[in-house]
């Protein structure tokens, strides 16, 4: 069975800095590209950033390119979301999820607040 588990999240003020890992099990991790998703309270799912399954290439939507980075540990089976210079609107839950699947764990919430 295919097992998500986010972390990392909490509450920061703007500007400030967090780092996110999601943890996978279930599947041949190093065979797929991985996303990070964010939905905030009223939204729907907005698609953050990806990268490639060794991890050579990464992607990033407008509003956090320059102050997020995506990695991967394909040894330890965990993407990473590094986010620097947080914003108020960066406040959402956030997920990953393997390219072309329909697979979400539980999200970790991360809140950017003075």
């Known amino acids: 069975q295919v097992q998500l588990v986010e972390s990392g999240g909490g509450l920061v003020q703007p500007g400030g800095s967090l780092r996110l890992s999601c943890a996978a099990s279930?599947?041949?991790?190093?065979?797929?590209?991985m996303n990070w998703f964010r939905q905030s309270f009223g939204n729907q799912r907005e698609w953050v950033a990806r990268i490639s399954s060794l991890g050579a290439n990464t992607y990033y939507a407008d509003s956090v390119k320059g102050r997020f980075t995506i990695s991967r540990d394909n040894a330890k089976n965990t993407v990473y979301l590094q986010m620097n210079s947080l914003k108020p609107e960066d406040t959402a839950v956030y997920y990953c999820?393997?390219?072309?699947?329909?697979?979400w764990g539980q999200g970790t919430q991360v809140t950017v607040s003075s």
């Open positions: 999820n393997p390219l072309n699947t329909n697979y």
């Open positions: 279930g599947l041949t991790f190093a065979s797929y590209a």
